[in-house]
């Protein structure tokens, strides 16, 4: 977060809620919690530093015993979707600058029918089940693609990977490989030395290259690349639910064999006539009858996605203990995530401490935050938001850098995520995603602060 103190209202002091007025308190952030539950308040002002306010958050009057109108920000989390849609629109109608909104259904998330982020003028929707949906499926393509998972919001791919002699690009100047418009190599490491690429530079047999794209069509340039040797890796998938959905699709073309266990006969239909390339199976996969005919001990990986912990905790474990080789677990009570660990699950996801990592992001107003280093620390990988002013707004890219350490891999602007071409033009406002070389840190300062840029 930035050194900016602001007055924040946070409503529904559940899990999510708590957690974030916890932490905004302790950074030094005016913060009050409003709750209907007498109880929660208490906890609440006997071990953080909170103002507290009982009442229902989606009435004028109670938003106004909170002083909402010179908020700096109002976060909405209570249990219920729609209180937290009209909250943060009443808040907006009184004065609040900036609203964030948790929501839990993919009609309200995904705008079906209406975007309800405009409408309703919300300035940022935070769904933990897309978010961690999103979150599991980048964890298991490539890490690189973990250090971006919040800024691109599943818009823009971005991995690490040798390239293969066998490989179409392989012995090629880049000014050579047709690749489509929003895919580019953002860096090269070959043995010690890390580069960025120009047109002329000739890929070579294991360089490994840090390509990103758009999500659309990253994967038909990744195959010039690299040619994958091994074939399609399995995935047992427990409970049919949206985030099933969402993961099943952030999977999908991509290398991945899926079967989906729901034992809900409606819900298996419906999954599978919404998902058609997956296999979906009305069963219980924690019946060992049902694990044995399905040969689940040969998946590479299952995930358990019920709404129940215990169901899933026990999933996991008798997955691990039939010979799976990677188990994944969604548990929606943050304090088991330690405990997972030591019963054998991989990877323990938590979507309300998604959810509260994710509003941690959206008060983050640095104007510079390193979000990831890979290829062994030697690449850094940096958030940039710019103001008004910036000496990057204006020309085209193809008449700008920032010299020959960086280079903007990705733009965020007004909810979209692409990665730009030549021709694009950076606007006030922006947020880049600029990858480069790790120790040229404070160029990168420079270049932010309007002190240098270096122009073709």
């Not at 964890?139 to 690189?144: E, K, Q, V």
């Not at 071409?421 to 006030?428: F, G, H, L, S």
């Amino acid at each position: 977060m930035g050194a900016t103190f602001m007055n924040i209202v946070i409503c529904g002091a559940g899990e999510v809620g708590s957690h974030a007025a916890d932490t905004f308190a302790t950074a030094g952030h005016d913060v009050t919690l409003i709750d209907q539950d007498a109880e929660r308040l208490s906890v609440a002002m006997d071990t953080m530093d909170v103002g507290t306010l009982q009442g229902n958050c989606a009435q004028a009057d109670v938003l106004t015993e909170a002083q909402v109108g010179a908020a700096d920000l109002l976060i909405a989390a209570t249990n219920l979707d729609e209180i937290n849609i009209l909250t943060v629109s009443i808040a907006k109608a009184l004065g609040v600058k900036k609203t964030i909104a948790r929501v839990h259904r993919g009609t309200y998330f995904e705008g079906r029918g209406l975007d309800y982020r405009k409408h309703y003028d919300i300035d940022q929707l935070i769904c933990p089940e897309y978010s961690t949906a999103t979150a599991i499926a980048r964890t298991l393509r490539n890490p690189a693609a973990l250090a971006i998972e919040h800024f691109a919001r599943g818009r823009v791919e971005m991995q690490s990977f040798p390239v293969t002699k066998n490989a179409a690009a392989c012995d090629k100047p880049l000014s050579q490989i047709k690749l489509p418009r929003g895919v580019r190599v953002a860096a090269i490491t070959r043995g010690d030395y890390v580069f960025i690429p120009d047109a002329k530079t000739v890929l070579q047999a294991d360089d490994r290259i840090i390509l990103v794209g758009n999500s659309d069509v990253f994967y038909e340039a990744r195959k010039q690349f690299h040619r994958d040797e091994i074939g399609k890796r399995t995935i047992a998938i427990m409970g049919g639910g949206i985030m099933a959905i969402w993961l099943c699709r952030a999977l999908r073309d991509r290398n991945w064999s899926i079967r989906v266990f729901e034992t809900d006969r409606k819900q298996a239909e419906e999954i599978a006539e919404r998902l058609d390339w997956v296999t979906v199976i009305q069963a219980d996969p924690t019946d060992r009858n049902v694990f044995q005919e399905e040969n689940l001990a040969l998946a590479d990986v299952f995930v358990a996605l019920l709404d129940d912990d215990e169901a899933n905790i026990i999933g996991c474990v008798l997955a691990k203990s039939l010979g799976v080789l990677e188990v994944v677990a969604v548990v929606q009570k943050s304090n088991f995530l330690d405990l997972l660990y030591h019963i054998g699950v991989d990877r323990p996801f938590s979507p309300r401490m998604v959810a509260v990592k994710e509003i941690e992001g959206v008060l983050d107003d640095s104007p510079l935050r390193l979000m990831a280093s890979l290829a062994e620390g030697y690449v850094d990988v940096y958030r940039v938001k710019l103001g008004a002013d910036s000496p990057l707004i204006g020309p085209p890219l193809r008449d700008v850098k920032l010299g020959a350490n960086w280079v903007i891999a990705a733009i965020r602007r007004d909810g979209l995520v692409w990665v730009p071409a030549a021709d694009d033009v950076i606007e006030p406002h922006d947020t880049l995603l600029v990858i480069g070389k790790h120790g040229s840190e404070k160029s990168l300062q420079k270049i932010v602060q309007g002190k240098q840029l270096v122009k073709n």
